[in-house]
């Protein structure tokens, strides 16, 4: 179950597993806003409904 918080150890299977999740729901998602650590590495990444 996909619950507000949940953290993934990358973005692929974090993306991997809401999409599927959303599919079975029936809705799209989309990447939003990303921040970037003092190094410049992405440290973490919205994943979002894609609906209008």
Do not use: H, P
């Amino acid at each position: 179950m996909l619950a507000l918080g949940t953290s993934f150890d990358t973005l692929g299977e974090a993306y991997d597993f809401s999409n599927l999740y959303s599919w079975e729901k029936g809705f799209g998602i989309r990447y939003r806003k990303s921040i970037l650590n003092v190094e410049r590495t992405k440290c973490m990444q919205e994943i979002v409904c894609g609906c209008a």
